[in-house]
Each structure stands twice: as C-alpha cells, then as structure tokens.
C-alpha cells in the first residue's frame, strides 16, 4: 500500500490528493479528473514528483480495465512517468519496489502496437521501450519526416547536425550564414542486420506498416561521418553513449518482461 503522505506532487503539496484522484478514476473516470491528475504529475513531459512514480501501481490498474480510452491515457501517462527516469533519478526506490508493475505495462504497451497507426504507434512504441528500460530511444522524437539530432564527432568532437527525413538523410557542420555544411549521406544498416533493441523497433513499425518510422529507425541505427575530420561512427552508439546511462538502465528500472 502507498502511503500518499509521504510522497509529493509538483507542487509539493501531499501526494493524498493524487491518491483521491486515482480512486476516483478507478471507480468512474472522467477527463476532467484525469487532467487534474496530469497537472500535478507532469510538467513539460517530463515528472519530477515522487507521487508520479508512486502512481504506476494504480496507472498499471487502469491501462488494464475500462474504456479504451481511459487505457491508453493510463499507458501514456505511466510512459511519461517512467521515461522520466532517464533525468530524474531522484526517487529510483519507488521504481525498484514495482517491477511487476513495469512488466504489466510493457506487455499492455507491447500488445497495443499491433492496433496503432501514425502518433499513436510511436507513442506506444515509446512507452514499450521506457518500461523495459530503453529510457533514452523512449524519449528522443522519432518524426522521420524531419528530424534533427545533434552530436559530436567522437574523432575530433566537432558538433555535427544530423538530419533523417524528407530533406535528407545525412550528418553536417552546422554553420550560422551558410546553413548545413560539409555534408555526408548517413549509411543505414539493412533489416536483416540490424539487431537487439533496433530490430524490435524496425520491426514494430513494419509490423504497424509505417514505412517512414522503419526507414528512420534504420538510418538512426546506422553509420555517420564527420566533414571535419573524415571519421565515421556508428551514430546510434554514439548518440547513446553522449546520453548515458546505457541502455537499458538496470537497477533503476528493474529488469522485467524484456522480450523485445
């Protein structure tokens, strides 16, 4: 049982009162109360309050029973609580003491993808990597229409630019007058060679006939090179070891059902 008197919301009220909201919700959701919910959990997508990570017990519950709806706001709610862990690392306890919790929604998350199309399937996506650990690729946006990383060249350290999507797929000096420089086409790695953690994700989005989704993901977990310096690199390495911890985290998130 939590005690919600000893935990806090953002606004460092007690935690009794999220403790009110969950009951509520359990007995007869609403969106207003899960909104007031929202609000005193999470900020800016991210939680910085012990009484979020002592709501994914009865989060869990919820993404389990009710209304659709009410299940996927319950699993991208949780999603956002425990990708959080990734920064905030200030109440690691709460998350060790609820494994089985983080199993449910992993599997809950996991079962969804094959019913998700555009958005939600990334978010789904998101949410099955943060609780089994993946904290990093569930926070990183992953719009391959156009998205824009940044990182720096391991050979020489120049920061480099780098675009997946419709303008382009390739690494670049970022330069204030003259735009992207130095360019160099990113080289991605073929399905059947991409493995762990990127072969699920490939795999997820081919399964939710996202073809951008799977292109990027091939692209991100392929190979750069530095137009200062010549070097190349395997950019999602790199980009996982300039985020650190190392994927995917354990303790912090306990090992649960990681069968992606």
């Known amino acids: ?35 007031d919910l929202e609000r005193r959990l999470v900020v800016e997508a991210e939680c910085w309050c012990s009484a979020g990570f002592a709501a994914l017990p009865a989060l869990a519950r919820l993404a389990r029973s009710g209304a659709e709806a009410d299940r996927d706001r319950a699993l991208d709610l949780a999603a956002v609580i425990v990708r959080s862990t990734h920064r905030n690392q200030e109440h690691d306890d709460l998350v060790r003491r609820i494994p089985e919790t983080l199993a449910t929604l992993h599997r809950l998350s996991r079962d969804r993808l094959a019913t998700c ?30 998205e824009h990383y940044d990182v720096g060249c391991p050979g020489c350290a120049t920061r480099l630019a780098i675009v997946i999507g419709e303008y382009g797929h390739y690494s ?14 990113l080289r991605p790695t073929g399905p059947a060679d991409l493995t762990g953690i990127a072969r699920w994700m490939h795999d997820a989005a081919v399964t939710g006939g996202d073809a951008t989704l799977a292109g990027g993901i091939a692209y991100l977990f392929g190979r750069a090179a530095c137009g200062a310096c ?27 059902d990681r069968s992606i």
């Open 1 to 35: 049982m939590i005690d919600w008197r000893s935990v806090r919301d953002l606004q460092d009220h007690s935690g009794v009162v999220v403790g009110s909201l969950l009951d509520r919700l359990e007995r007869q959701p609403d969106l207003p109360t899960w909104r």
């Open 172 to 185: 670049a000096i970022r330069d204030h007058n003259d735009g992207d420089i130095h360019r160099h086409d």
């Open 117 to 146: 199309t555009g958005p939600a399937l990334v978010r789904r996506l998101q949410g099955a990597l943060a609780f089994a650990g993946y904290t990093f690729w569930a926070t990183i946006s992953m719009d391959f229409t156009d």
């Open 230 to 256: 010549g070097s190349t690199f395997d950019l999602a390495d790199w980009l996982e070891a300039e985020n650190g911890p190392r994927q995917p985290i354990d303790p912090i998130v306990p090992k649960t």
